[in-house]
Structures are given as structure tokens and as C-alpha cells.
């Protein structure tokens, strides 16, 4: 289309409109408003046209005074003056038999956005408020919150909301629904429009006869309301039932925020209405419309953080499709890491595997990624997978691979031995800084597992002059120096030649400073050198439980239904804590049965005994509430475990307890049925040692909430197959009879209280090795911190439970 704009043609058309030949012929008239429209919205300035435009919305067609008022709307505020001049002829339309033109008038009376105007237009918006067409009461309604808007420090007129709050029973349900738009906008100083239990239950009634952004509308403003009793509160979910399943997304998200507003205290009915939504969820994942399947796939993975199973069984809908645009593929691989299950892992690797050779790198290194995170809990079915990536020699593949293992390396150190055998000839391929500082760290944390560790290193300190990256510069230094400690021989001339060129040629700062920091190390000598480089790694023979606990849905509820789902960018320490594997338990499964029956037959015994016995008082002892959260990462638990809470001068600053729990083979359960009968009563698992390894050992953590302060504990299980050394364990604690052992700091204190005794009280060695086939005596090591002895109790007694619950044949 040409371009229309310039003086020449802005005159022509001042000419045209003050002609009165075309003002008498109304077709040649409008098509010159309609020029001056179309070249208006091209950018071109027409503000000189205005006087000729106010003439021509004095007329009786419909199409010419819209035209007119697109334009009087645009250059209002460029010309207050001659804008009054239009107000008359829209007060005299305000007063039009047509109910278009009244309401045409009235909503551009208020588009004209001018304070000078606002005297005018007040008396027809009050008007407009009591007209009998519904159409213009619309209009009116909308118009008051514009003129709020535009003068927003005025003295609000009582009159008007009264009027306003009247009109929510208006017939007309887009009047009703602009109406709580508009007291939104006018009271929200206030904190909007106020609804109580008569306005509730009328808009409820109505909820139907709204369109589906009006239903969304009023769902929204009704999370503000609270039921005066139960019943109420269920016939109100009765009415809003329907909505939950309904076809549309919006009108779904917005029941489903108002259901978890309403049963804040009711968590069962929140998971049943999570399993509702389940069918419009996985409907709405195959919308046509890319923003809605992005925004329904970010708000799943809310759901999923409560109810992991949630989707489990339709994995399928998650898998990308071809045309499909980057950022909903890689939403979608995010969803597919944690519905990883035993059953399906095999089918979602082979997809994964597929999406590694997308065209978009992007695309790709995010399903590389995604193998990478199944890996700490399928390391071998994985590890195959990313080292034949690495055979198709690709740049950008091999980058993302290459950081993959380190990062399953760092969580899973059992991979190790495979990840450095696949290291080989990697080097000649990557280029990018975030690869070579992978492939680095790799070498010198495994460098004697990798026999050209040494000649890697030396091609790159031979390249450190054209290294532009100081990240890769820095890795080096630290690679090398690692390597030194374990190879020297084969290190000590490049390590050398390295420092030198750290610290008398290079520019940069930060790098010259570490060159400067291992080098006044290493005169300190290599043992120190050691101690600061090479800290303390984890045992192999531990895997780290990705499972994260099922949170509450008031963690996420209040975000639900809103922006922040879709701006949330899941980070690597956030999908570390993503659930992997997800054994589902229900509330009524066989193993809540079980502690429950557990727990009561205790009860019922100590009650019909005189004495009791201590294993009694652990099992009866008072029962604190647990929390899962703040979560804990695997290196802040090995940190407090070895030098934060044990390390106290203070005896009420922490404490240490040893306790043996007799189970009938424990030891031999699955890791995924030991985590979720923790998580069932808020005992988070963090590592363990796999099935039939000796020792066996678990460590675990909680938070207990019991008054005047919170507490967090860390534990222990060891179980070490050894007799000899359970027999020597009880020579060590039976001559504490009627004592607690509790060690805090370094020192033991023996603290004879028989109403808190926790340890062997009334045990003997017959009981502690008998059925040495059957029977796991497992050490429990409890650290806590602060001090709480009555809650370290009720936690020892959960624990208890758990155990007993978990063996296969009854105590």
C-alpha cells in the first residue's frame, strides 16, 4: 500500500472537508473522514484538521460519528480548547432516541481523557446509570471508573457507589460484571468492592448467565468472601462444581484458585479438586492457541509439586510435537522429568533421546539436561544414552553432554568411572567456555581415573594465550593444581609454566589473584595444599534421593491463576529438589493403614498395662508436628552434620542422641517406599546406600514446629551386618542403665531421668542379638539443633513407628 502522508496531502484533505460540495453529498463526506482515519493511522500528524473534524460529528450517520470520534479520541489532549466545542454535540447525542448513539456519546464523552471536561460529562454518566437500554448502562458504569481513574485524589461520591452496588442485581449480566469492575477501580484504596454474603450468593446464582471473562471476573472478586459455616461453605462448592470441569481454561483456573481459597483448612477436598481439573488440564494441553498450552503446561508443574502422581498416567500428552515452538518444548521436558517413574523411564529417555538432535540448540541442550536429571536416579540407562551422543561429534551436543556429567557426577559420584571413560577426545570438539569449563572441572576432580588428563591439560595451557574466557582460565589453574596433588610427576612443569604466565602476564585481575593464591599455597606445603583444594568427598556408595516432598497447597496457592507460574525460570539448584521418581501413596493407602493401626494398637497396649515398658514410653510419647520445610541441600546437611550443630559450648545449643532400633529387615526396602513412608508423616530421606550393600546407611532430616521455637534435627540409620560390632556397641551403652546418652559438643553427659529415658532403659544383650538373621539393630544418631528434648522424642517416637511399619513381619 503506498504511503499516503505528507503537507500536500494533509492540506488536500483540509480543503476537501471544508468544501461545501462534499459536505452536502454524505458518501463523498465520509470517504474523506475515512481518508483522514486511514492516513492518521499510518502516523502521519493530522492535528490541523480538527476544527474540520468537530463540523463533521454534527451528522446522523452512525458510521461518520464513529469515525469522527476515533479521531476527536486521538487529538483531545493536543487541543483542550477547540475539544469543547464537540461536548455540546455529545450532550445532545446523550439525549438520542437510538440507544447506539447514547451510548457511542457517553463512551466517548469519557475517552476524551480531560480534566477540564469532567463537570460535563458527570450529569449524563448519572443518567446513563438509569437508562433503560442495557447497552448504555454498560457504558455508564465503565465511564464512572475512567473518570476515577483520571482524577484519582477526588472525594469518591457515596451517591455513585450506592448506585453501583445497586446495579449488581441489574438483569443485564455484563452490567453486573462491569460493575464490579468499575468498584474495583473506585474503591480499591479501600481494597475494592466488598462482598458479603447476600452479594456472594447472587453472583454465585448468576455465574452461568456471564460470559467466560465475566465468570473469570466475578470467580476472582469472590476469593475475598468467607463462608460463615461448613454447610455453607459445601453448597457453595456444590454450585461452583461444574465450573471446575468446564471447557474453558479460564473459567477452569479461576474455580480451581477459588476451590483452593476456600479450603485452605480442607486439604483433602484440595486434592480431590486437583484431581478434578486433571481431564480440562491435559484438554487444554492440545489447545490451538501456543500462549494457553504454555501457560496451562507452567501451572501443572504447580500442581505437581502437591500431587506427584497427578499426571503420572498420561506422560504421553507431555511428548513434543514437531511444529511445536521452543519454549513449550522445553516446558514440556521439564513436566516429563518428574512423571519419571520405573514403569515409563525407558519410553521417556527414548523420547528424550530424539529432541537431543532438535535443530535448535536451545531445544536440544535442554533435553540433554533432562537425561542428565533422570540420571541421579537412572544412571546407567542414562549414562548409555549421553555417552553415544558424544559419538556424533557435534559441537554443541558434546558441550551439553559434557556439563551433564559433571553435573551427575557432583550428585551421583558412583557415575564417575564411566563419565571419565567417555571423556576421551572430547576436547578437540568443544569450543564454547561453559564446555570447556565442564570438561575441566572433570579432569581435575577425576584426573587419575582419566589416563590423558595430563595431555589434555598441557593443549590447554598451551592455548591460555588465546583463551578469551577468564572463567576457563580460572578453571584451568584450579584443574591443574588438582591434578598435581594426585599425578605430580606428570604435572609439576606445566603447573609451573601455568602459575608463571598467571601471575607475570595476565591482565585480568581475578585470574591473576588465583594464580597468586595457589601459588603462596603451595609454599605453605602440599598437606595444606590438600586440605584446602581437595575437600571431602561424599561416599560413592550413596545415592542422593532426588524425590523432593509433596508440598502443601497453600505453598502455591495464592500465586495460582496469575503471571507468576509463567515468569518463574526453573534454575539447576530448583530441578536438583525436582521429583524424579514417584511411588504414589494416598492418604488411605495400606502403609498410613498400617502406621495408624501401628500407633493405636501401641496406645491401647500402654493403657491396659500398669508398667511400661521404655520401647511403650518411645511409641506413647507426646507427637510433635513436622515440617518438610525449609528444605535442605545435600552439601548444607553434610555441612551442619559435620560441623554446624555438633560443634556447640552450650548444652542447650544442640544436641547429639544414639539410640538402636531393633527391625525386621528394613534394610532390604525399596528406596522409593522408604522415602514416601517418610515424606507420609514430614521426615525428608536425603541419601541412602542401595539395597543389599553393607553398611547400609541413611541420613534424613525434619523441621519440628512444637512451641516456644522450631527445632531442626538430623539423622542417622546405620545398619552394619556385623554382630561382633552391635554386641561391642551394647557393652558401650549397657552400663548406662537408667541414663540417657547425649553428647553435646564433644563431651557425654549421663542424665538419669526415667519419665524422658530414650536409649536402652530395661534392654539386656539377649534381646539385642537375638534372630540375628531376621532382626536389623539399627544405630539411630539424632543431632539437633536447638536443644528441645520433648520434641527430639516425639520425633525419635515417629521414627520408631516408620521402621516397625516399614518391616515385612510383625514385632
Known sequence: MPYLGNDDTVKDLKRVLSNPHVQSDQLRYRNAILKVIRIMSQGVDVSSLFSEMVKACATVDIVQKKL?????????????????LVINTLRKDCQDPNPMVRSLALRNMTNLRLPSLMEYVEQPLTA????????????????????????????????VVNELYSLLRDPDPVVMVNCLRALEEILKEEGGVAINKPIAHHLLNRLKECDVWGQSEVLKILQRYQPHSEDELFDILSLLDASLVSPHTPVMAATLSLFLSLCSTLPAVSLAALERVRGPLLAACGSASREIRFTVLCHIQLLLRSVPGLMGAHYKRFFCGYAEPAYIKQRKMQVLVELVNDDNVAMLLDELKEYCTDVNTDTAQAAISAIGRIGRSYSDRCLVILTGLLGLKQENITSAVVQTMRDLVWVSPQCSDTVCNALEGCEEILHDSQGKQALLWLLGTYGDKVFSAPYTLEAFIDG????????????????TLRLFLCRPAETQDMLGRLLHYGIEEETDMCVRDQALLYYRLLQCGVDETRKVVQGRRSDPSLGVLIGRPAEPVSQWAHIFNTLTPLCQITSETELVNSSFQHTSYQPNSDLSDAMNACQLQSIEESVGEHTQSPSDILVTSTIVPLSLLPTLTPAEFEHLWIQGITHTEKEQDGVCMIEHVQCHNVTHSSSQSFQAAMQLVNIQTLAFTPINVLPWRVYLYTHTEAPPCSTLILGELLYTGNANEEEDAFEHTKGYHDANIIVVGEQIERKANHEEDVTLEGKNKSDLTKDNGQVAKLKVTLKQKPRDDKALRGFLSILTTVLHTLSPEGE
Open 68 to 84: 469522527v470520534y476515533v479521531f476527536l479520541c486521538s487529538y483531545a489532549s493536543l487541543n483542550p480548547e477547540l475539544s469543547l
Open 128 to 159: 446513563g446509570l438509569r437508562d433503560r437500554a442495557a447497552c448504555v448502562r454498560r457504558v455508564a458504569v465503565l465511564g464512572w471508573a475512567k473518570l476515577h481513574k483520571l482524577q484519582p485524589n477526588s472525594e469518591i461520591d457515596g451517591a
Open 464 to 479: 591460555v594465550r588465546c583463551e578469551t574466557s577468564s572463567a576457563v582460565k580460572m578453571e584451568l589453574l584450579t584443574a
